[in-house]
């Protein structure tokens, strides 16, 4: 039996799954961390058509079982299998419930809180409930845990829902270092959204976007990365706006061809509901594009520092109105670009991986609280 110190982390997804995406790789850059400093790390995730059930990458070991729902009960089959020494309980909107059968400590990681998404996902009666789950439901059972996040904003959030803030810990994510790239900047401006193709990351907004600049800008063209179930819908709302022929939603592309195209935008849009801080904003500031976002979307008021890496909007209106002024002054458009890159190579993952192993190490290192009434008279 090994000495190391056993982590398992419970997540949805994993990096390589169709739905994965900035949470997953955070994730995953932790648990390689981890096992550099000579932890022994499981990562329990959802299974996926053509994934192996059991796999190791990055010393991390990889248990592939469920589908989207069904994830959630073999989960705790996992918790109580495996016997960790510590667990972390990611909080997609929906925990896992590991503290019904965990026998060692329970750390939560929320990126952000769902308020605006459970409806326009589920519709009114589940959404109700899913809100429910995650905003009463969830702050008892995990009472006296320990939380981690990635953003103040998060932090915030958190605390209408009775976290107290001395229990999050906020740990921001790093950045890999960006390949090497041969595009330079389109001749024609080229806006660019990276993330998945789901309702609540608004793609629809950049295409509407592009429509409403079609006739001052009658070369400015939209490159989606990423995939999504959701890709049909913007094909029809493409179509619809008139501006089929200038979106191209290119699905799934490795690193290289993302960063390519990262690399010849000129302005790097994120129109999402809600992010917990918005990795992709970072990776395009990486290469001096500016982002646009919107600023009640929570972490990217933290991931874009506005009006000198980016600009955050207060609506619709104003996000086509900053990418008007972004594409017709290129100086202010580059000297945003500059400091969002002189920004985005400070931040690394080792300082994260401190954190994360501070807060793994405290956790174990406190007695455990006791379950049942008692337990439950105690505030959270």
């Known amino acids: 039996m090994s000495s190391r110190p056993h982590v398992l982390l419970l997540n949805w997804r994993d990096t390589a799954h169709p739905e994965g995406g900035g949470s997953e790789r955070y994730l995953e850059r932790m648990a390689e961390g981890l096992v550099g400093r000579g932890y022994r790390v499981t990562i329990q995730c959802a299974a996926y058509q053509g994934a192996a059930a059991d796999e190791w990458r990055g010393g991390v070991r ?29 909080q997609n909107g929906i925990p896992f419930f590991s503290r019904l059968v965990a ?8 990126h952000h809180v769902h308020r605006e998404q459970w409806r326009s996902v589920l519709g009114d009666t589940l959404g109700r409930l899913g809100w429910w789950i995650e905003s009463r439901l969830a702050p008892w059972l995990y009472r006296g845990c320990r939380y981690l996040t990635v953003s103040e904003v998060t932090r915030d959030e958190l605390a209408t829902l009775g976290i107290r803030p ?17 595009a330079e900047p389109d001749e024609d401006p080229t806006l660019v959204v990276v993330g998945r193709l789901v309702p609540h990351k608004r793609i629809e907004h950049a295409i509407d976007a592009l429509a409403r600049l079609s006739e001052r800008w009658p070369k400015l063209r939209l490159e989606v990365v990423g995939q999504g179930w959701w890709r049909p819908n913007l094909l029809r709302h493409a179509e619809l706006r008139g501006v089929e022929d200038r979106v191209t939603l290119h699905g799934w592309v ?27 904003i970072m990776e395009a500031a990486a290469h001096g594009v500016p982002s646009v976002a919107y600023r009640a979307a929570g972490g990217v008021c933290e991931s874009i520092v506005d009006n000198k890496t980016g600009v955050l909007a207060e609506d619709f209106e104003a996000m086509v109105h900053h990418i008007d002024h972004l594409l017709r002054w290129p100086a202010y458009r580059e000297a945003l670009g500059r400091a969002g890159r002189d920004r985005a190579a400070g931040y690394g993952w080792e300082r994260g991986v401190d954190l994360f192993e501070r807060a793994l190490t405290d956790a174990r290192s406190r007695p455990r609280r006791p379950r049942g009434r008692a337990a439950g008279r105690r505030r959270s």
């Open 166 to 182: 001395e229990r999050v810990t906020v740990i921001r994510p790093g950045l890999d270092p960006p390949p090497r790239t041969s």
């Open 254 to 280: 490795d690193e290289r061809d993302k960063h390519e195209i990262l690399a010849r935008s000129a302005v790097h849009l994120c129109p999402s509901v809600k992010e917990g801080w918005g990795i992709a």
């Open 103 to 110: 026998r060692c400590p329970v750390l939560v990681l929320v």
């Open 62 to 90: 990889f248990r592939r079982r469920g589908n989207r729902f069904t994830v959630y009960p073999r989960a705790l089959l996992a918790v109580a299998g495996l016997r960790p020494d510590v667990i972390v309980d990611v």
